[in-house]
């Protein structure tokens, strides 16, 4: 097959010492960078990107991509050790990993965070090497109205992320939205609920936002447990250091829907990895014969959404090396890295350098062993880091969050974001509101509005667009399906009730 | 106190007293002929890998030979332009913090609401080196082939009947005034659809959801134009030295369209940190190394030093702000 031979021979481009040393190296940067929250791998790519004018192109791409996706195995590290998300796309991984940690499952967790990671992985680069042209003209027909009814589905499987009263649910999302909406309007240009602030002319940033609700509310949850019932935050007893059978049972068919759901779901410009995670943790839920036990420690719930978003980077690749459209601010920082070397990625970029994109798919496969080689001897460490008195852990971790936060933009004000919802996420706890919901519908709303705007002004305010068209239209009536049958299940469970 | 003490008191005083004196002539030469003491922050008012960023930083690598401590550039986009602007105009005007800029920053954002400031009097202008391209681009099967024809469909077809792609409000950005511009001259309308990037603008006119893409000329752009496409109908301002063919607006509609891109700090800079980055990025520009990477990312490098940039900058001024007034009142009709 013509694909495997082009596979081989971007095998024999990165088989030097150089060039191995470069994943290594890049790929364990990337994991530690994950690890630490709010760090990303778009600064620390950014910083990288002078090494790469030195080495050949081959290389410096390899480095870069490396960083990336090494990240996103890292970044369930926090999430499921200590609540915090390193990114938007590693919140849902806090919702079970972190109560399998507590329930001195850390280790189960993590080792089908890394595992699933690499299944998705691998099975993301397979998507990647044969089907890159033929999505890429897909990914193109996904205009505003295709988005509108994206989102449209991902709010349909909003509630699915709650595990307690959906009222509160409906109503934090909306809260959410308003929050989402903060900034300056895109298409008129005038500042919504910004409150004077000139910080807040951009909006919200996501990952202090979600660290502040998820990590900084945590541990002053926790401070005041342990104060007050002097009850230890992790379980002294670590169960296992790695999935036992049940686990693996557990978790082989959500990794692989997640892988399946992230690839397609990450093709799309725009909020690829935190939709397919948010996503596969609604399905696996909604297609689990015991739903309840959701947000309470269940291993589908890791293994589902780390495959997503680890099989979404791959898929995110598809839009750049194909079209030359990045579809995120990482394709944006490697698209300039290639710029740099006059190359353009683009329709010409796969005939008139195949070393490059097999150079880089054969990278991937090895660097994505090595990940797991990188990631399953810490699992040892980060459990035992538990061990840790929380009155030692939690200075450690605050100072963490604070240096992560800054380091995004550099800009104090973000600081300011991430404790203001630190204290609004430990509030929300008390009353029981959940804080999942919210930032889905704080990623979703404004992406939803805008789409429906823009979908508007190209019909000419017809809503007729998101029936006349194909994709949306099919789009629109997934999430009627989804809406009818919660609406079955509930009139099947009330009657079941009545009769007995 | 025993004579041994009293010697070594003196002593250690005078001692004392020759180094503050050194010093603080040291103090007085050091202002001047001793920038840059330590490395000079250079603020990008936007992300990483975008055209204004790769270039920046290609012209600091070139610029930094030319200087005894280096320019470090750091990314602050955010707030719509006003935080980067902010960040350059609160910074200490002691030459260690300076920014890049357009029009944005400097002639659109003043005349908003919200931006605390109203003018460039808290700026010093340091230094210009490009211009931007931006094409006025549709697909290759569309049926206009020449700027003329769209002009002559849009009279008449109804108002707004071509939708056009960009990355910001209007109001905001220079091409959106000077799109609005040819829009009175010629008497038809566009209806502007904004997008988060200028890769959704690239690809919602690759996928046929949009008429015309209005935004920046990128390598990914013009791989399409030469694959055939894409077609390129006009540009607003400078042209692409290989499409002569192509007419300019700024040529066609003879008005002068605010593109630029330059390099600013705080207000009072002293004269000697304005000379030396003057003169040191003025070096930088003939470095061939950037000139090809400006050449890659379809950058014409354009330099024009302080006193003529800030007076261009003063002549835009009032244009900018008729021109905002004119499309504010037009939004609020609707």
């Known amino acids: ?500 | 106190m025993k004579k041994k003490t009293k010697v070594c008191l003196v002593a250690t005083m005078m001692f004392g007293i020759c180094l503050l004196m050194l010093n603080s002539t040291d103090l007085v030469r050091a202002k001047d002929s001793d920038y840059p003491k330590k490395s000079i922050k250079y603020i990008i008012p936007f992300g990483a890998g975008g055209t204004t960023d790769v270039t920046s930083r290609a012209l600091i690598k070139a610029t930094n030979k030319y200087l005894v401590e280096p320019i470090i550039a750091i990314n602050k986009p955010g707030g719509g332009g006003v935080t980067p602007a902010l960040a350059v105009m609160n910074a200490k005007p002691d030459g260690y913090t300076i920014g890049a800029f357009s029009s944005t920053h400097s002639l659109m954002l003043p005349n908003t609401d919200e931006c605390p400031y109203k003018d460039l009097s808290g700026f010093s202008i340091i230094v210009r080196y490009g211009k931007y391209l931006w094409p006025v681009v549709v697909r290759s099967d569309s049926p206009w082939k020449t700027w003329e024809e769209l002009v002559a469909w849009a009279k008449k077809n109804p108002k707004g009947a071509i939708k056009l792609g960009c990355t910001s409000n209007r109001a905001r950005s220079p091409v959106g005034h000077s799109i609005f511009t040819v829009e009175r001259h010629e008497d038809f309308e566009f209806t502007f659809v904004a997008f988060k990037s200028t890769g959704k603008v690239l690809s919602a006119l690759l996928g046929n959801h949009i008429d015309v893409y209005a935004v920046s000329t990128t390598p990914s752009l013009m791989e399409y134009v030469k694959e055939g496409t894409l077609r390129i109908l006009a540009y607003i301002d400078v042209r692409n030295p290989e499409h002569k063919h192509i007419p300019s607006f700024r040529e066609v509609y003879e008005f002068k369209p605010t593109n630029f891109v330059g390099i600013w700090g705080p207000k009072d800079l002293p004269n000697h940190v304005l000379e030396k980055l003057g003169c040191a990025f003025a070096k930088g520009m003939h470095d061939p190394e950037f000139q090809k990477t400006m050449d890659r990312l379809y950058m014409p490098v354009s330099y024009l030093g302080r006193s003529e940039f800030r007076e261009d900058l003063n002549e835009f001024f009032p244009f900018v702000s008729k021109t905002m007034k004119l499309l504010k009142a037009k939004a609020k009709i609707k």
């Open chain 1, 1 to 500: 097959m013509e694909s495997l031979d082009l596979l081989l021979f971007g095998f024999s481009e990165i088989v030097t010492i150089e060039r191995i040393i470069i994943v290594f190296l890049s790929v364990f940067i990337g994991t530690m960078i994950g690890v630490l929250p709010g760090l990303g791998p778009v600064a620390t790519m950014s910083l990288l990107l002078p090494f790469t004018y030195n080495t050949s192109l081959l290389s410096g791409m390899i480095m870069l991509s490396g960083i990336y996706y090494g990240a996103s195995y890292g970044g369930s590290t926090t999430s499921i050790l200590v609540n915090i998300p390193g990114e938007a796309s590693s919140v849902v991984t806090c919702l079970d990993g972190y109560q399998m940690a507590r329930q001195g499952r850390a280790g189960p967790a993590l080792g089908i965070a890394a595992i699933g990671s690499f299944i998705a992985g691998t099975m993301g680069l397979i998507g990647l090497m044969f089907l890159a042209p033929p999505l890429a003209s897909i990914a193109l027909k996904f205009g505003p109205p295709e988005y509108v009814s994206v989102m449209c589905t991902g709010f349909v499987l909003l509630t699915y992320l709650a595990s307690g009263s959906t009222i509160r649910a409906l109503m934090i999302a909306i809260v959410g939205i308003m929050l989402g909406c903060a900034g300056l309007d895109l298409e008129t240009g005038l500042p919504r609920f910004t409150l004077g602030i000139t910080d807040l002319l951009g909006g919200i940033e996501i990952a202090p936002f979600a660290m502040g609700l998820f990590g900084i509310s945590e541990v002053l949850i926790n401070i005041e447990e342990v104060l007050k019932e002097k009850r230890s935050v992790f379980s002294a007893k670590i169960k296992n250091l790695l999935p036992n059978l049940q686990d693996w049972h557990d978790s082989l068919v959500p990794i692989i829907r997640g892988s399946v759901l992230g690839f397609f779901v990450g093709i799309l410009p725009g909020g690829g990895a935190v939709v397919s995670s948010f996503s596969s943790y609604a399905i696996e839920k909604k297609m689990s014969k015991h739903p309840e036990r959701f947000g309470k420690g269940a291993i589908e719930g890791v293994a589902g959404p780390e495959s997503a978003n680890n099989s979404a980077t791959a898929g995110a690749f598809i839009p750049l090396l194909t079209l030359g459209i990045p579809s995120n601010a990482v394709m944006a920082l490697l698209l300039g890295g290639l710029m740099i070397h006059g190359v353009t990625p683009g329709p010409r970029f796969l005939p008139e350098h195949p070393d490059i994109f097999w150079g880089l798919i054969a990278s991937m496969y090895v660097g994505n062993i090595f990940l797991l080689v990188i990631n399953l001897p810490l699992i040892g460490i980060w459990v035992h880091l538990l061990q840790v008195p929380y009155k030692l852990l939690f200075p450690l971790i605050l100072i963490f969050c604070l240096i992560g936060c800054y380091s995004i933009n550099n800009n104090t004000f973000d600081i300011g974001v991430m404790l203001f919802f630190g204290a609004i996420g430990y509030l929300m706890r008390k009353y029981k509101f959940e804080g999942a919901p919210m930032i889905l519908a704080f990623v979703l709303g404004p992406m939803f509005e805008t789409s429906l705007r823009q979908s508007l002004l190209l019909s000419d305010g017809s809503f007729l667009i998101f029936l006349t068209r194909p994709i949306a239209a099919a789009g629109i009536i997934v999430s009627i399906l989804i809406l009818l049958s919660s609406v079955i299940t509930f009139i099947r469970k009330r009657k079941g009730v009545i009769e007995k």
